[in-house]
């Protein structure tokens, strides 16, 4: 298993690879195609972790309901004022 500094995996998650990449490249003195490929190969590899983060298929739908209901009850609020004034 590859095993990257801290600094670059905290980026790799958050979804900067260029970050991740421009860090390897300052901590171990890489080149460009070098410091691509060690991310790539890291995010290869762990690739089955982030995707069994959530225990449910559906962890997530809580706030997809919530943005649902902020854009009906805005477009309710809209037809409301566009008709009642």
Known sequence: ?????????????????VVAIKKLREIRGLGLKESKELID?????????????SSHPDAN??????????????AICYFIYKFAF
Do not use: R, T
Not at 41 to 53: E, F, P, T, V
Not at 67 to 74: A, M, Q
């Open 1 to 17: 298993m590859l095993v990257l500094e801290p600094e670059v995996i905290a980026a790799i998650e958050s979804g900067n690879k």
């Open 41 to 53: 190969l890291y995010s290869a590899q762990n690739k089955h972790k982030k995707s069994s983060d």
């Open 61 to 74: 739908s809580g706030s997809d309901v919530k943005i649902v209901f902020v854009i009906v009850v805005g």
